[in-house]
Nanobody, 125 residues
Framework: QLRLMESGGGLVQAGGSLRLSCAASGRTFSSYNMGWFRQAPGKEREFVAGITWTGGRTYYADSVKGRFTISRDNVKNTVYMQMNSLAPEDTAVYYC??????????????????WGQGTQVTVSS
């Protein structure tokens, strides 16, 4: 069982930065691949960034590559996402998710079985 809670969202001007955090409760956090997803109004939930359970590999959507950085601290049971050079098209609810399958990394929302409640990120132009 894994419970996830995101924080760090808010309103920022274009070009600004935010750091999202996802605090996890559960003793097996370090065995989960973790991902950040986002969902804008009227759009499907999409993969943003992900990190393997060891933290050894990271993955990014093309739209955020070079601007966003995902990391994790398995001692603090927390996943982070540093978001720089934010643009209005980054406006969405951002969700943290955990994949308990323990196999290859996936960018598909349906492969994640634990989700946080989401945090709103709004970027004004």
């Amino acid at each position: 069982q894994l419970r996830l809670m995101e924080s760090g969202g808010g309103l920022v001007q274009a070009g600004g930065s935010l750091r999202l955090s996802c605090a996890a409760s559960g003793r097996t956090f370090s065995s989960y691949n973790m991902g950040w997803f986002r969902q804008a109004p009227g759009k499907e939930r999409e993969f943003v960034a992900g990190i393997t359970w060891t933290g050894g590999r990271t993955y990014y959507a093309d739209s955020v590559k070079g601007r966003f950085t995902i990391s994790r601290d398995n001692v603090k049971n927390t996943v982070y996402m540093q978001m720089n050079s934010l643009a209005p098209e980054d406006t969405a609810v951002y969700y943290c998710a955990g994949d308990s399958r323990g196999i290859y990394f996936s960018r598909l929302p349906q492969d994640y079985d634990y989700w946080g409640q989401g945090t709103q990120v709004t970027v004004s132009s």
